[in-house]
C-alpha cells in the first residue's frame, strides 16, 4: 500500500510537559542492563572477571564505572602489602605480601635483626606467613650484604581507606608496568606501574589506545596471564626489566576497558585468549525508550550540565527532547549520548544570553541547532548550488529511462548531510550480469557490493523464472567521486534497473531509499532524516515545484522527525513523502504503471511494468543467444 503522509504523521513534540519536579543529578540513565552486567564484574574478585565496557563516546560509561566502583571501594579487607625483597638469585627479586599496613612493620623487624636488637627466630615466630619465615632463613648476615635487610616496598596500604582506582586514558610501558632504577641493588630498583598500584583496586583503560600499540598490548596480556598464574603458583618467572626479572605481585587486579564495540570485535578475531582474561563485557546501548523514567532521568541530567548555564524553561527541554529522539532516529526513542545533549544546551544558553533573555527558551535551542547544521554546510550548500547551476546534472521534473535519484548522507567530521544522487543503469545483450561500476573503479565498499549481489537474485526470483538471466547491467553512480558504501541505495538500484530493462521512463521528481532482500522484502535505512532534508534542500534551491517527494520503506516510518519547514511544505502540499511496504508499489509511483500479477499460464498483463521487465529480460537473453 501506498501512503502519502500528513505533516501530523511526522510531527515530534513534548511541549506542554512540566518539568519543574525533577531534580538535578547525573544518574547514568536507560543502561540497566549493561549496569547490572557491570557490577557483576566489578563484584566478582576472581581472576578473569576484568571487564571491556564498550558504548559510544558521550554515553556515560566512565561515569557510570566510578558510580558503580563508589558502592564498593570502601570494602578494603582485601587491600595487602607488597615488597621486592632480597634473593640469592639477584636477577630474580622475590616478592612478599604482606597484611594491610604490615610491611613497615616487617621492616622495622629487618632493621632489629640488622642492629643486634631482635634475633631472626624471634622475627620468625611473630609472623605467620612461610614465605616471610623462609625469606628470613635465607637471610645471609648483614655484615655479608647489608642491603638484604631492606625491603623495597611498592605497596604501602597503610593510610587506605579505600580500594585504589587508576585511570590510563593514554597508557605507556612505563606507566603502565613501571621500570628498574639503573645502578641500584635489584631489588630496591623496581618502580612498579600503575597495572601493580592498582592491584586490590582497579585499573580503568582506554582500549583504543592499549590496543593499537601491539607491543604494549602482548606485555598487557602477559601481565594479566602472570598475575593469575602467580596466584595459583610459586614459580612463575616474571617480565624481564633492565637486566631483572622480577617476580609478578601475586594479587588481582581488576582491568576494566573502555572501548567502542568495533575495538572488542577486533579484539575477539585477534586475540583467541580474549574472553578468558575478559569475561565481563557489558555493552551500553545508544537509545533507549522513551518512556517516563528516561524523559526524567534526561532532564535530570541537563539540569546539572553546568552552574554557569541560564535556568531553562519546560519549552526548552521539550525542545532538546525532540533533538535527542531525532539523534537516536526513533519518534518513540532518545539517545543515550547525554552529553550531546549537555552541549545543544550549553549552544542555547549562549544563544539566550545573546538576546538578552533570562532563561532558555525552545526558540534558543531551536536556533542552537540551526547554527550547527548551518556550520557544517558548506559542502551541501556548494552542492545545492552546483545543482542549481547546471554542474551536478540531475533532473528534479520530468521522466528518463534507467535513471533514478537516490538519496545519501555524506559524513563531515561529527556532522552529516543528505544529498540527492544520479543513480544510471545502462543494459545491454551479454552474460557479465550486474556490473558495479564503483566496484571497478575501486569506489564500492563490500557492503554496497552485496547489495549489488541482491538485485541479481531478485531478478532471477521475481522474472527470470522460465529463461536463464542474461545480460549486462552498468549500475553507476553518476559524478561521484568518493567511496560509496551500505546497502541504502539498493532500492533506487533495483528501479533504475527494471526502468533500463523494460525501457519504462521513471519520474525524476521523486528521490528513492530503501534496502531490500531478495525476495523483495523491504528493510530499513538509516540516516532518513538527513536524506529527506537533503532532498527538500536540493529541491527548495532549485524551486519547489508540487510534485517533488521521496520514497521511503514504511519500516522507517518511526524514525521520521522533520523541521518545520518540511512540515510546513507538506502542508501546503508543496513536498511529499510516500511510505511503501513493497517493491512494486515504489514502481507504480515512479513509472504510473500498474505491476500487475501472473494468471494461470504465469504471465504477467500486456501493459504492466512487469510484463515490460520480463520481456525486455527475454529479449536481452534472445540476443545473448545470437550473439553467441
Known amino acids: 500500500m501506498i501512503r502519502e503522509l500528513e505533516a501530523g504523521d511526522i510531527s515530534l513534540s513534548y511541549r506542554g510537559r512540566s518539568f519543574s519536579n525533577i531534580v ?26 576484568n571487564i571491556f565496557l564498550s558504548g559510544d563516546d558521550g554515553s556515560g560509561r566512565l561515569n557510570a564505572i566510578l558510580e558503580e566502583i563508589g558502592k564498593i571501594e570502601n570494602d578494603t579487607s582485601g587491600l595487602k602489602d607488597a615488597a621486592y625483597a632480597y634473593s640469592p638469585d639477584n636477577e630474580r627479586p622475590r616478592v612478599l605480601i604482606f597484611p594491610k599496613g604490615k610491611a613497615k612493620a616487617f621492616q622495622h623487624d629487618l632493621d632489629g635483626i640488622m642492629e643486634g636488637r631482635m634475633t631472626r627466630e624471634e622475627v620468625s615466630a611473630a609472623w605467620e606467613d612461610p614465605a616471610i619465615i623462609q625469606f628470613i632463613a635465607s637471610l645471609p648476615s648483614p655484615e655479608e650484604y647489608p642491603d638484604a635487610y631492606k625491603l623495597g616496598i611498592v605497596l604501602d596500604r597503610t593510610l587506605d581507606r ?21 645502578g641500584s641493588t635489584p631489588h630496591l630498583s623496581i618502580k612498579i606501574g600503575s597495572y601493580q598500584r592498582a592491584a586490590g583496586g582497579f585499573l580503568i583503560l582506554n582500549a583504543e589506545e592499549i590496543s593499537s600499540d601491539e607491543t604494549l598490548w602482548k606485555t598487557f596480556r602477559r601481565y594479566i596471564e602472570m598475575t ?28 576494566i576497558l573502555i572501548g567502542n564495540e568495533g575495538t572488542f570485535d577486533r579484539l575477539m578475531e585477534k586475540d583467541p585468549k580474549f574472553t578468558r582474561y575478559f569475561r565481563i563485557a557489558p555493552e551500553f546501548d545508544y537509545t533507549m525508550p522513551a518512556d517516563e523514567k528516561n524523559i526524567a532521568g534526561t532532564i535530570s541530567y541537563l539540569k546539572s550540565a553546568g552552574h554557569s548555564l541560564l535556568a ?33 544546551l550549553e549552544e542555547a544558553s549562549r544563544t539566550a544570553r545573546l538576546e538578552g533573555k533570562d532563561a532558555i527558551q525552545d526558540s534558543d535551542v531551536r536556533r542552537a541547532i540551526e547554527l550547527r547544521s548551518w556550520y557544517a554546510s ?36 561529527t556532522s552529516s548531510f543528505g544529498t540527492p544522487a544520479v543513480i544510471s543503469v545502462a543494459v545491454a545483450p551479454g552474460n557479465e550480469g550486474i ?48 567511496e560509496v558504501d551500505g546497502d541504502s541505495a539498493s532500492l533506487a538500484e533495483l528501479y533504475a534497473l527494471l526502468s533500463a530493462i523494460g525501457g519504462i521512463p521513471i519520474r525524476q521528481d521523486i528521490a528513492v531509499t530503501g534496502s531490500m532482500s531478495q525476495t523483495g522484502t523491504l528493510l530499513p535505512v538509516g540516516g532518513i532524516n538527513e536524506k529527506i532534508e537533503g532532498f527538500f534542500n536540493a529541491c527548495s534551491t532549485a524551486g519547489l515545484t508540487g510534485s517533488q517527494g521521496v520514497i521511503i520503506p514504511e519500516v522507517n516510518r518511526s524514525a521520521l522527525i522533520l523541521s518545520e519547514r518540511i512540515e510546513e511544505a507538506i502542508n501546503k502540499k508543496l513536498f511529499h513523502i510516500w511510505t511503501i511496504s513493497g517493491i512494486d508499489e515504489g514502481m507504480t509511483l515512479l513509472t504510473g504503471l500498474e505491476s500487475g ?32
Open 162 to 182: 579505600k580500594r585504589p582506582t587508576i585511570i590510563e586514558m593514554h597508557p605507556s610501558h612505563r606507566s603502565l608496568f613501571g621500570m628498574v632504577s639503573e
Open 228 to 255: 593469575v598464574r602467580a596466584l595459583t603458583s610459586d614459580s612463575v618467572m616474571g617480565e624481564m626489566m633492565g637486566g631483572v626479572r622480577p617476580s609478578p605481585i601475586p594479587l588481582l587486579t581488576k582491568v
Open 435 to 482: 556490473v558495479n561500476i564503483e566496484h571497478e573503479a575501486g569506489l564500492s565498499g563490500g557492503i554496497h557490493d552485496k547489495g549489488l549481489l541482491i538485485l541479481e537474485g531478485y531478478l532471477r526470483n521475481r522474472y527470470a523464472r522460465t529463461f536463464p538471466l542474461s545480460l549486462y547491467a552498468g549500475i553507476c553512480f553518476e559524478q561521484s567521486y568518493a
Open 312 to 344: 531553562a524553561d519546560d519549552s526548552a527541554y521539550a525542545e532538546i527532547l525532540r533533538y535527542s529522539s531525532w539523534l537516536a532516529e526513533d519518534r518513540n526513542k532518545l539517545t543515550t549520548e547525554l552529553s550531546l545533549l549537555g552541549d545543544l
Open 24 to 49: 538535578p543529578g547525573m544518574a547514568i540513565t536507560g543502561q540497566e542492563r549493561a549496569i547490572g552486567l557491570l557490577r557483576l564484574g566489578l563484584e566478582t574478585d576472581r581472576a578473569g572477571y
Open 378 to 413: 558548506l559542502a551541501e550548500d556548494r552542492i545545492n548550488e552546483e545543482i542549481k547551476s547546471g554542474e551536478m546534472v540531475i533532473s528534479l521534473s520530468g521522466k528518463k529511462i534507467g535513471i533514478v535519484n537516490g538519496l545519501a548522507v555524506m559524513d563531515r567530521g
Open 597 to 628: 500479477e501472473r494468471d494461470r499460464k504465469g504471465i504477467f498483463p500486456t501493459g504492466s511494468f512487469s510484463r515490460k521487465v520480463e520481456d525486455g529480460l527475454r529479449n536481452l537473453w534472445h540476443c545473448s543467444q545470437d550473439k553467441g
